[in-house]
């Protein structure tokens, strides 16, 4: 692990507080994807990681088929011949067996094979017919509507990647191939736990002072957007051994473990002090709002720890833009930038200096594929309606202020994030 950053938390003066961009590139740079793997079900596969790469076993198609309904022929009989004996069938599954005479075709459906002397199909709706006769109102090319042997997929080439996440067509290419099972990266096991002795589940009763925790139910839901195994171990109560067997149980269980809570910049109390002692872990300021304290490291050798601010927007928002990507990496994943998009703002946007601000919005494309958006209101990182209400962040660089309606501004839309 990189050397520690105590000095960004000891010191409270904005120019020592990490940017968003610094905080995410370490961030990556200190993950390595995991190896492990496992096999499963093919329709257990969508949305894993193939581990390894798997080869085309057969052409596909495996044979010479028609692209349409019709009649196959001799392309050079109809140097002397318009019309057409039709001397038999070939159907999906049942291909016509016997050899064509001159001025002979079949009737054929698609997927059908087509005869070994035939080479043409004509679609039979270029033809008339009377009886066992058929006349050519038009003469097709050579060849057309006739598929050929590994048109689609060629024997002994790569029909996937290692490293890809698979996809609906992913598992159609592989069922073509009769491959019932594939080896995959095993999934990422993130554990997460609020601390505090003033949080309460729901069910119980709430005395003078507590709140009912929020922050377990957001995390959960944006985990189960990333195709991870998820151990949601609770709230943990301000006591020292507590917290101490919690980390120590969530570190034997996960690769990454994610708390809420208790690791602001100054904060003296047991989350803070059983990190420091148990593990490599740095206490950072950042220069986002919502946001600023966020923990990084790692408590044992394989295990990463996040250490996200207690507020419920402050939650889902260091979530979204730091341990999402993390979490990307380690299953194996490409990593890319949240997408961002220009919108004209349809309402002004209240902003001091000084931080990078992803605020909540309301976005949508106009009549001229314009996107605009609007502010959902209060900002407060207490404001969970906010991002319940939003469908984007409205990102405004650190150094901007108030922009009025009007302004162009900067938007990531939700989308798949939440």
């Known amino acids: ?24 590139t370490h961030i990556l740079q200190s993950i390595q994807p995991l190896v492990a793997t496992e096999r499963v079900d093919l329709r257990q596969s969508l949305g894993r990681i193939l581990a390894c790469e798997v080869q085309v076993r057969q052409d596909v198609p495996s044979h010479r088929n028609s692209a349409m309904d019709g009649y196959a022929f001799r392309h050079i009989d109809t140097d002397i011949h318009a019309a057409f004996y039709v001397a038999g069938v070939s159907l999906a599954g049942h291909p016509f067996h016997d050899t064509l005479d001159i001025g002979q075709c079949v009737r054929i459906m698609t997927g059908a094979i087509v005869p070994t002397d035939a080479d043409t199909v004509i679609m039979q709706e270029h033809v008339s017919h009377e009886g066992d006769l058929i006349t050519l109102q038009r003469i097709p090319k050579p060849g057309a509507n006739v598929r050929h042997p590994g048109e689609d997929l060629r024997a002994q080439t790569t029909l996937l990647p ?10 159609g290419l592989l069922a073509s191939q009769g491959i019932g099972e594939v080896d995959v990266l095993r999934r990422p096991r993130i554990a997460f736990f609020s601390t505090g002795d003033e949080l309460k589940g729901i069910g119980e009763t709430l005395q003078p002072g507590d709140v009912y925790d929020s922050n377990r139910y957001t995390l959960y839901g ?30 034997q269980l996960a690769d990454v473990v994610i708390t809420s809570g208790g690791v602001s910049v100054g904060d003296a ?39 996200l601010p207690g507020n419920p927007v402050s939650v889902m928002a260091t979530f979204l833009l730091f341990a999402r990507s993390a979490i990307l990496k380690l299953r194996g994943e490409s990593v890319t930038d949240l997408p961002e998009y220009q919108a004209i703002c349809d309402t002004p946007i209240y902003k001091t200096p000084g931080r990078k601000d992803y605020q909540r919005g309301i976005c949508h494309l106009d009549g001229q594929g314009q996107w605009r958006v609007s502010s959902t209101g209060m900002q407060g990182s207490h404001i969970l309606r906010s991002m319940s209400m939003a469908n984007c962040f409205i990102v405004l660089p650190l150094l901007m202020g108030n922009l009025e309606t009007g302004s162009t501004i900067s938007i990531i839309p939700f989308r798949e994030l939440l």
């Not at 950053?5 to 990490?18: I, V």
């Not at 290692?162 to 598992?171: C, F, Q, T, V």
């Open 162 to 171: 290692a490293g890809r996440k698979l996809n609906a067509a992913d598992l």
């Open 1 to 24: 692990m990189p050397k520690s950053d105590s000095a960004y938390c000891n010191d409270n003066t904005e120019q020592h507080m990490r940017s968003v961009e610094e905080a995410q």
């Open 269 to 307: 109390d047991y989350v803070t002090d059983t990190l420091r002692t148990t593990g490599t872990v740095d206490f950072w300021k950042i220069a986002v709002k919502p946001g600023k304290p966020l923990a990084f490291g790692k408590l044992n050798a394989h295990c990463l720890f996040f250490g």
């Open 222 to 251: 944006m985990l189960s957007k990333l195709e991870v195994d998820i151990l949601d171990m609770g709230v943990i109560p301000d006591q020292p051994q507590a917290v101490e067997s919690a980390f120590t149980r969530a570190s």
